[in-house]
Structure formats: structure tokens, C-alpha cells
């Protein structure tokens, strides 16, 4: 355990640039082993999700390095290509690691064992599982479809039309990825938008996907298979998940002006920058610009009083990583904040409701916890008492949550104790001396 307590140090002032978009990062990283040649990517986010997804490549047979610039170098083994790993494949704390590659999996001749972290090793599985074994895997789990669990690829698989039982990426990007080396064409069905980084990346390298909407707004993605893939150049833009702690930071620390540059503002992404907009932020976008295919801008973030309202279920998928944040923010608003549709979130990393409940709690705010979501009574701009000497808050081994509750210890009178800074390593190494160099 590292615990360490956050305090207040005065606005957060000047121009940070947060690491590179993580969703992003593993796709450029899977893809590149995929393709024939060398992909080169540049702003790689650096955390131990990523690394573990550079890791399991190179167990299949990619060559991955970083040269002394920061650039990384991924040389691909072709669509069809994955060798047999020889020892089980590691993904730490990372599920989007653990779906998508079994996405890759699938429709390869080979045999993979994955393994987790604790926090990981309760995630369920089962929502990929049961695409891929309709499309021919076949899956042998720990109880309740989670990890470890050893998957057997068949190839050729069997092309198939999915219906997204629930909104999730990963799970799209799981079949899609398996479709890959299908023959034929793979259909993905999604009813509520996710996350298009897959969709956008895989026509960028070259495979042949196309994106309809049908009537009831349903978008219908199809892939087809035996795809060759193309190294390109990328520059992964900063991750809006990422940004998010240190806009909600300056929104809430009084005297804040700052610049959060090259932020990536994928539609699907960047729900919680409107919502905040909309509780009465002032968040300006500076010099908008695209870059490998993805909306970027600066973002100058200046303190504001913020106004609870009632969040639109609707945006849950294009801001769901950000709610936790989001209810530090609710903490310190004017009103009332009421969130739902919030179900998914109890079965990420750890379950983000009842753990931000209870932690925010802790710390001072008025907070109801209902199926589906909170209820936030803000204190009308007013910073929140903060832990008493001694307590700390639970975070479950949650980076998410342990980075929320530290931007909550800055806009608090006495600080917030959190159990363990460790796990912003998955995600945010740099998170810590970051928010110093935005108070210095």
C-alpha cells in the first residue's frame, strides 16, 4: 500500500499536457502487430495497461521496441500470424487488454491463457465470451466466466451477425477484431453508440469496414475478413480520461486558469467537457485541429461555480470512465446532482458507485447511492471538509477512483487521505507530478 494524503496548495495555473489516449494506445499497439511491416507510434501512453498489451504481442510474436526518442516501433506478424504464446499472458489490471485480445485470439490456431490482478480477476468476462464461442472459441473460465481463463482459437471461424446486448466497446472491438481473420463479412450491431477508436484505427491500417446506421439509429458495423493490414505512422492524441481530472480540478480550486493541451475530443469520448459546460464550467476550446484522424484541441479551464442538474442517461457510453470524476465535481456544486443508467459501473475496476459513495461520504459530501447511480447535494462552491486524521478512503484498487478522490483532497479544507496512489500507475503515471507542476 502507498497511501498519501491530498491537500489544498493553492489554483492550478499554466499549460500541462496529459499522456497519450489509452484506448487509443492498445489499438495502435494490437493493430501494428497485425499488420505487415513497421508501424511507428509516437505519444504512447506508457502505462502498465498498455505495456501489458505490448507485452502479450510480443509473446505472439511481435517485435516491440521504443527507441530513445519515445517513439515506438511495432514490427507486425500479419492478419492470420499470432504464434502460440508460451506462457500465460499477463494483463495485469487491463480489461480492455484482457477483451480485445481475446478478440484477437479467436480466430487464430492458437491456445492463450490470460491471468489478471486481483481487482482484474473479478471483472466478468462473459459478455465476450459469448460472441466468440458462437464464431467458434472455445473458453475454459474460473467461475462466472472470469479470470484466469484459457481460450482456443479456431480458424477459419465462422462470420457472425452480433446484436451488443449492452453498450460496450470493448465487446464490439472484441468481434470485430476476431473478424479479422474470418472469412466473409463479421456484423456488429450496436444499438447505442460506443467508442469508435476501433472502427476509425482498423479503416486507417486498411481493412475493409463500413459503418451504416439503420432506422432505429442503430449502427451497423461489418468488417470483412482475411484483411491485410497496412503499418502506418500514428500520433495518439492525449486521453480525455486522463484531462478530465485536471478540468474538473481547475473548474472547482478558486484562482484556476489552465491549459490542458492536446486533448482528444473523439465525439464518443468527450461527453463530460458538455456536461461540465452545462453545470456552468467554463472550459474554451483553443486552436481545434485533427490529428491521425481524431478531433484535438487545448483546453483553457478556468475556475467556475458549478450548478448540479439532472446528467442525460443518454451520454453514459461516451463519458462512462468519467463519473467518478464527475461526482467529485456534483461534491462542490450548487444543488442537487442526480446521475442514472449508471449500472455499468458497478462492474468496472471496482464498483465505482458504492465505492465513490462511500469514499465522497468520507470526505464530507452529501451523497445518495441508488440501483443505478448517486444523488449529490453539493456545498454551493464551498471546498468539502475533507478525511479526519487517520481515515483514509477505500480505493479498491482502483485508479480511477484513488485519482478522483486526490483532485477531491485538493478542493477540501483538511485534505483526503486515499489507501493507495499505486494503481494511477495503470493508467496516469505521471499523474502525481503533474498536478504538482499545475500547482507550482
Known amino acids: 500500500m502507498r497511501p498519501r494524503r491530498f491537500t489544498a ?37 506508457e502505462g502498465e495497461d498498455v ?18 526518442s519515445g517513439m515506438w516501433h511495432v514490427h507486425g506478424v500479419g492478419v492470420g500470424g499470432l504464434l502460440q504464446p508460451q506462457q500465460a499472458l499477463d494483463m495485469g489490471n487491463s480489461g ?53 481463463l484459457t481460450l482456443r482459437g479456431l480458424s ?28 466473409g463479412v463479421t456484423t456488429v450491431i450496436e444499438p447505442i453508440p460506443t467508442r469508435d477508436h476501433s472502427e476509425r484505427m482498423l479503416r486507417g491500417f486498411g481493412a475493409e469496414l463500413t459503418v451504416d ?29 486522463s484531462a478530465a481530472f485536471f478540468v474538473v480540478a481547475a473548474l472547482l480550486v478558486e484562482g484556476s486558469d489552465l491549459v490542458v493541451e492536446n ?14 459546460r452545462l453545470m456552468g464550467g467554463s472550459i474554451e476550446e483553443l486552436d481545434r485541429r485533427d490529428v491521425g484522424g481524431e478531433p484535438v484541441a487545448d483546453l483553457r479551464v478556468r475556475h467556475s461555480l458549478l450548478t448540479g442538474i439532472d446528467v442525460d442517461p443518454a451520454v453514459v457510453p461516451s463519458m462512462v470512465d468519467e463519473f467518478p470524476i464527475l461526482f467529485v465535481a456534483a461534491a462542490l456544486a450548487k444543488g442537487r446532482t442526480v446521475t442514472t443508467g449508471l449500472e455499468e459501473l458497478r462492474v468496472k475496476e471496482s464498483d465505482r458507485i458504492s465505492a465513490m459513495r462511500a469514499a465522497l461520504e ?9 440501483e ?63 498536478l504538482e507542476s499545475a500547482r507550482a
Open 9 to 45: 496548495n493553492g489554483p492550478l495555473k499554466g499549460r500541462i499536457r496529459v499522456p497519450g489516449d489509452k484506448s487509443i494506445s492498445h489499438r495502435s499497439i494490437m493493430l501494428g502487430a497485425l499488420a505487415v511491416g513497421e508501424t511507428r507510434v509516437t505519444g504512447l501512453l
Open 51 to 68: 505495456l501489458s498489451t505490448a507485452a502479450a504481442m510480443r509473446a505472439m510474436g511481435a517485435t516491440i521496441t521504443r527507441d530513445d
Open 96 to 148: 480492455t487488454s484482457t477483451r480485445l485480445l481475446m478478440g484477437l485470439v479467436a480466430s487464430h490456431p492458437i491456445t492463450a491463457t490470460f491471468v489478471g490482478d486481483a481487482s482484474l480477476s473479478k471483472r466478468p468476462m462473459g459478455r465476450v465470451i459469448d460472441p466468440l464461442s458462437t464464431m467458434g472459441a472455445e473458453f475454459t473460465a474460473s467461475p462466472g466466466g472470469r479470470l484466469p
Open 156 to 183: 477459419p471461424a465462422v462470420p457472425i451477425e452480433y446484436r451488443l446486448p449492452v453498450a460496450s466497446a470493448q465487446v464490439k472491438s472484441a468481434v470485430l477484431l476476431a473478424g479479422l481473420n474470418t472469412p
Open 213 to 241: 446506421v439503420a432506422a432505429d439509429g442503430a449502427r451497423i458495423i461489418k468488417v470483412r475478413g482475411e484483411a491485410e493490414l497496412k503499418p502506418q505512422d500514428i500520433v495518439v492524441p492525449g486521453d480525455p480520461s
Open 263 to 276: 486533448v482528444g475530443l473523439n465525439p464518443t469520448r468527450a461527453a463530460l467537457f458538455d456536461v461540465l
Open 362 to 370: 468520507l470526505a464530507g459530501a452529501t451523497v445518495t447511492e441508488t
Open 372 to 434: 443505478d447511480g448517486l444523488i449529490i447535494d453539493g456545498t454551493g462552491g464551498d471546498p468539502l471538509p475533507g478525511t479526519a486524521e487517520g481515515t483514509s478512503v477505500v480505493t479498491h484498487l482502483d485508479h480511477r477512483i484513488a485519482m478522483s478522490l486526490a483532485i477531491a483532497g485538493i478542493a477540501s479544507k483538511r485534505g483526503v487521505e486515499v489507501d493507495d496512489t499505486r494503481p494511477i500507475a495503470t493508467s496516469f503515471p505521471v499523474f502525481e507530478s503533474l
